[in-house]
């Protein structure tokens, strides 16, 4: 909660409309990927809270876990991309959007940025023009 209040200090400062944490778990104390209070008091009461009172969003940056071992392990669906981060499934219930970046097994040099929750809503199109929740970028 420190950290919430040196943003509110900043904020009073230097107005912003935009916060950008990255990563995630430099601005929060304890066992926070273990610790569900924790990472709820933080973002609902915190962080939510702040950002309502102050009109501004916010961009979180967090980790995934390490990757399987097994290079040819089948790559996750989409939809369970949403809880690849290392942590309490609260870290994507209180989200609005989720969105993965992973490099795309086998193929250096070439990512896969996946909207995993609400990505039916974010209007991306694939090279034929159909609706994905998935693109490549290189």
Do not use: C
């Not at 009073?12 to 950008?20: K, L």
């Not at 973002?43 to 399987?68: M, Q, S, W």
């Not at 369970?80 to 609260?90: D, F, H, N, P, V």
């Not at 609005?96 to 992973?102: C, E, G, K, Y």
């Amino acid at each position: 909660m420190e950290f919430i209040a040196a943003l509110k200090a900043a904020h009073r400062r230097w107005p912003f409309d935009v916060v950008i944490i990255d990563p995630l778990l430099s601005f929060v104390a304890a066992e926070f990927g273990k610790d569900q209070k924790i990472i709820s008091e933080f973002l609902r009461k915190g962080l939510d809270t702040l950002l309502a009172e102050i009109d501004a969003a916010a961009f979180v940056i967090h980790h995934t876990g390490k990757p399987p071992q097994d290079p040819g392990g089948s790559e996750k669906a989409d939809e369970e991309m949403r809880y690849a981060m290392i942590g309490t499934s609260e870290l994507t219930n209180y989200f609005r959007a989720v969105i993965n970046l992973s490099a795309f097994r086998g193929t250096a040099g070439v990512y896969r940025l996946t909207y995993s929750k609400r990505g039916a809503k974010a209007g991306l199109v694939d090279e034929n023009g159909e609706r994905t929740t998935r693109i490549y970028i290189e």
